[in-house]
């Protein structure tokens, strides 16, 4: 998801990169990744290679008021409007500050539902629109309400780099090509 904002909000392209040579600091908290680089990595690679002090960097020229808006209009900071009563409201910071948005860029600092990142994820590598989720069939000719959050240029992006996170050889993912 940082990576989809950081192309949609225009913050980053395909050849922006990221010093990711050594740990990033931020409050005597340091970020790290779990096999280091020692070299500049592109956005795409940021993203195959799961690199936090990537994210954390990509994050900072996000910038943490346009993070929290896309995770908002994601519906990530809302209790998931599902057909269950055992719903619960997503946990995050009260301050979204710096740190914050570091953390929440590699997935550390908010903790959502599994529905809740389905429905996200669905909206940056699909067509960009966010579909509620939801646990009913729907009918043929039933209206689906659609909020459009990335455009088709980002979700197509987005797509071709998780598709790289399974298919390269250094990708985190490739055991699950």
């Known amino acids: 998801l940082n990576t989809a904002i950081a192309l949609d909000a225009g913050s980053a392209g395909l050849t922006s990169t990221y010093d990711v040579t050594r740990p990033l600091r931020i409050g005597g908290f340091p970020i790290r990744d779990f096999h280091p680089y020692d070299r500049f990595l592109n956005l795409s690679e ?17 910038g943490p008021n346009v993070q929290r808006g896309y995770m908002d209009k994601l519906g990530l900071l809302d209790r998931p409007d599902l057909e269950l009563a055992e719903t619960a409201q997503p946990l995050y910071p009260a301050r979204w ?36 989720p939801t646990l009913l069939k729907r009918g043929p000719d039933e209206v689906i309400e659609r909020v459009q959050i990335f455009s088709g240029k980002t979700a197509r992006k987005i797509r071709s780099m998780m598709r790289l996170a399974v298919s390269h050889d250094d990708g985190t993912a490739n055991f699950a090509e």
């Open 46 to 62: 940021v993203f195959v290679y799961s690199s936090n002090i990537g994210s954390a960097r990509i994050a900072e020229d996000i």
């Open 97 to 132: 500050g710096r740190l914050s948005s570091y953390t929440i860029s590699f997935g550390h600092g908010i903790s959502v539902s599994p529905v809740h990142i389905v429905g996200a994820v669905s909206a940056a590598a699909g067509t960009g629109e966010f579909i509620a």
